[in-house]
């Protein structure tokens, strides 16, 4: 079964916005990642937090990860048009070497 | 760099007929990769990692003599999807690891499948 259950499914924001996606996952990780796949494509590795970070920043994107909740958020600032995709969460669990399970995703969408 | 590709992108075939995808780091090596299948609208299911001179690894579920992986090189490992049926029709993707630099999997764009 999926180790993460994202939320929410959908997201429908106006461009300039701020989109916040949530992922919660059932087991110990070693790491979490986030993914975006536009429609019909491969997926674009976005960033990794580690299960002894509890903040990260890339740009516009900002990750934040609690494990004592089993959970972690994705945060995209300034949104625009072109981030319109779908965004995943993986995890690669402890002892699972580097396989990942991938969360359900959310599907956002940034209209002008 | 970290370029992975895919051949071919889309294909079509009659069932009962096998399919051969490619899945190619370009600019790296990498001892393991990934194969998944995606539904509509779903997530990612992992179907088996597939290792550089060993035999590839099936998670729970996949059928390993319908599901043919070999991984030859440092650069390129096949998914042979064979004696395919309908319910094989999905969009199956591919992920590389750096030889030795772990965590951070580069992903193929995918290959369409359609079984007719």
């Known amino acids: 079964s999926q180790q993460g259950e994202e939320d929410p499914q959908a997201l429908s924001i106006q461009e300039g916005e701020n989109a916040t996606m949530n992922c919660s996952y059932k087991?110990?990780?070693?790491?979490l990642q986030w993914y975006r796949q536009n429609s019909g494509r491969g997926l674009v590795h976005l960033i990794l937090?580690?299960?002894?970070?509890r903040e990260k920043h890339s740009g516009r994107l900002r990750v934040t990860l609690d494990t004592s909740k089993k959970s972690s958020s994705l945060l995209i600032t300034a949104s625009r048009a072109a981030d319109t995709a779908s965004y995943f969460c993986?995890?690669?669990?402890?002892?699972?070497?580097?396989?990942?399970?991938f969360g359900t995703g959310t599907q956002l969408k940034v209209e002008l | 760099g970290a370029v992975v590709s895919q051949h071919p992108s889309r294909v079509i075939c009659k069932s009962g007929t096998s399919v051969k995808i490619e899945c190619r780091s370009l600019?790296?090596?990498?001892?393991?990769m990934f194969w998944y299948r995606q539904f509509p609208k779903q997530s990612l299911m992992l179907m088996a990692t597939?290792?550089?001179?060993?035999?590839?690894?099936?998670e729970q579920g996949v059928e390993k003599d319908k599901f043919l992986i070999n991984h030859a090189s440092l650069t390129l490992s096949t998914l042979t999807v064979t004696s395919a049926h309908p319910e094989d029709s999905s969009f199956y993707i591919c992920?590389?690891?750096?030889?030795?630099?772990?965590?951070?999997?580069?992903f193929g764009p995918g290959t369409r499948l359609t079984v007719t």
């Open positions: 992920s590389a690891i750096r030889t030795g630099l772990g965590e951070e999997q580069y």
């Open positions: 087991t110990s990780i070693n790491n």
């Open positions: 937090i580690r299960s002894n970070e």
């Open positions: 993986a995890t690669a669990l402890t002892g699972g070497g580097n396989k990942l399970t």
């Open positions: 600019d790296f090596q990498a001892t393991t």
């Open positions: 597939s290792n550089e001179g060993s035999k590839a690894t099936y």
